[in-house]
């Protein structure tokens, strides 16, 4: 270890650990592994590869891959660089991709698609300086066991690598959430901020870490960086599997887990048999957002996985983390969301904007040391959005007891969580409106016991055209992607407006949601 690279490395850094522990195993993907030394270098390697294609400080790399190893070795390259990945998730239509890399500015690819030829094509108007395919070997397109071949220095990341997380916006087209690094006046209450995260969640550097959310979730990096910066092992589950996550647990002795609803209610629809089957007392914390969360899965889960083990979170991709919710309370505070971090302020509102008194329940604006000004490379936020104080507007309607609890109960916007991922309905309306004979659509989300929410779909017909819901499913594959289009679609003689010809979704969603505790 020499005098330079002692200097350089951070203490929560990649090259940190490289030197402190260079041959125990930091991460694991089915029957593969690395060390820490050998993610190291091998970060080193593709580093060098992207900066001899012209890749530098401040570009953004789009990556869209499965949890695997791979992608922690291009996530640390970029930081490397000091640029930021912007992930993509891997069922966009190669037209929506194309969409994302020409707003972003995003000047490089990586794929791991078992033929990733059509997205190529259709990027190849964004003159990309770097296309890579990881699995397939193409003509004209770098190899990606060359690229982790070349001879190249040792570098250090100055920090982490920026994120980029595409949130569909409600005028149905996605938008971009820039990577978050607070002013200097806001440093130090970031570095508390990030430091309460810490300590509500009880994190130890002994940890095992099982990785099973996407790489395009803002969840699933915020997992392997806090796995890097104590120095823990990490666990990659390729395609989220129920069993295949309990032989996983057990055999590896996973201490913790983060997920999101629909993955703990697959496991928890598994066989008794097979639940009582493995040895999952090694997980001390299994952490839920996402999603909300139904009360008598925290149950389940409190049974199953130890009364101790359960941590709730809530967010939004706008604002970083809000709430934490810890084991002691699961039971005192049923169906909230928990206390809010260190420097964020709740705010809730009434329709006028008038605060309102603890108890009562209105719109929420929440205000942490991370809320975004403005979407990637757009104009800055308004005031219906984010105000002069610096409250942002999250969408999601609740109130605040007499404790400082959060409990959310609405949704202000039509926003759909299905299985932890948003998505906007006016996006799938502008998809499914492309059919000539479809005069106007509302989506709305309805009550789903698997996935919380699934996407429902009615649709006015032009007078003298028709078309069947079969048909419009079908059509709906060249623009939508899969997670996006609805599980099921109702022909409507008219969608039910107001008098000023305003479309009423409440009166759509009523009958689905009706003696239902919440909303959403």
């Known amino acids: 270890m020499t005098e330079t690279t002692t200097k350089d490395a951070r203490s929560n850094s990649l090259e940190f650990w490289a030197q402190t522990k260079p041959d125990q195993v930091a991460l694991v993907e089915g ?26 400080r401040d570009d953004i790399i789009a990556v869209r891959t499965q949890i695997r190893i791979e992608w922690g070795i291009i996530n640390c390259a970029i930081a490397k660089l000091g640029g930021s990945v912007l992930g993509l998730n891997w069922r966009l239509t190669p037209s929506e991709v194309a969409y994302v890399l020409g707003n972003s500015g995003a000047v490089g690819l990586m794929a791991d698609d078992p033929d990733p030829r059509p997205m190529f094509e259709a990027a190849k108007p964004m003159n990309l300086k770097f296309t890579v395919s990881i699995d ?4 004209g397109y770098p190899k990606w066991g060359k690229l982790l071949a070349t001879a190249s220095p040792e570098r250090f990341s100055a920090a982490e690598a920026g994120l980029v997380i595409y949130t569909s916006g409600t005028t149905g087209l996605p938008k971009g959430v820039p990577p978050r690094n607070p002013e200097p006046h806001m440093m130090q ?63 590896h002795k996973i201490t913790s887990w983060t997920g999101v609803p629909t993955m703990i209610k697959r496991v928890a629809g598994l066989p008794e048999a097979v639940l009582k089957s493995y040895d999952v007392s090694s997980l001390k914390h299994i952490s839920v957002g996402a999603a909300p969360v139904p009360f008598s899965l925290k149950l389940w ?51 006028d904007g008038k605060e309102l008194p603890r108890g009562k329940a209105g719109e929420l604006w929440i205000r942490t040391p991370l809320v975004i000004k403005n979407y990637l490379n757009a104009d800055p936020l308004d005031e219906k ?23 959310i109960t609405d949704r202000a916007k039509d926003m759909i969580i299905s299985g932890g991922v948003n998505l906007y309905p006016a996006e799938i309306e502008a998809g499914l409106l492309l059919h000539p004979a479809v005069q106007d659509v509302a989506v709305i989300g309805i009550p789903d016991d698997e996935f919380g929410e699934q996407v429902k779909a009615f649709v006015e017909v032009k007078p003298g055209r028709s078309v069947t819901p079969n048909e419009l499913l079908e059509f709906s594959k060249e623009s939508l992607a899969s997670y996006k289009r609805p599980k099921s679609i109702e022909i409507v003689a008219e969608l039910p407006r107001n008098e000023a010809g305003k479309l009423l979704k409440k009166d759509l969603r009523a009958r689905y949601w009706e003696g239902r505790e919440r909303m959403v």
């Not at 592994?33 to 890749?55: F, I, K, P, Q, Y």
Request: proline share 5%; net charge negative; with cysteine.
């Open 136 to 139: 397939t070997e193409l003509d």
């Open 31 to 56: 029957e593969r592994s690395l060390t820490w030394s050998e993610w190291n270098r091998l970060s080193d390697h593709l580093a060098e590869s992207m900066a001899r294609a012209g890749v530098g």
């Open 189 to 251: 209450k970031f570095l508390e901020y990030r430091a309460s995260m810490a300590e509500a969640a009880g994190r130890r550097e002994n940890e095992v870490i099982l990785c099973t959310m996407p790489f395009s979730h803002g969840a699933g990096p915020s997992i392997v960086r806090g796995g890097i910066a104590r120095g823990c092992p990490m666990v990659m589950q390729r395609r989220f599997d129920p069993e295949g996550a309990l032989k996983l647990i057990q055999e």
């Open 301 to 351: 889960i409190m049974e199953y996985f130890g009364e101790d083990s359960l941590h709730e979170a809530y967010g939004s991709t706008e604002t970083s983390m809000i709430s934490h919710m810890p084991p002691s309370m699961q039971r005192k505070k049923p169906g909230s969301s928990g206390l809010p971090y260190k420097h964020v302020d709740v705010s809730v509102r009434d329709s």
């Open 385 to 407: 959005t984010l105000d002069a104080d610096g409250f942002f507007r999250v969408g999601d309607v609740g109130y605040v007891d007499e404790d400082g609890y959060i409990f």
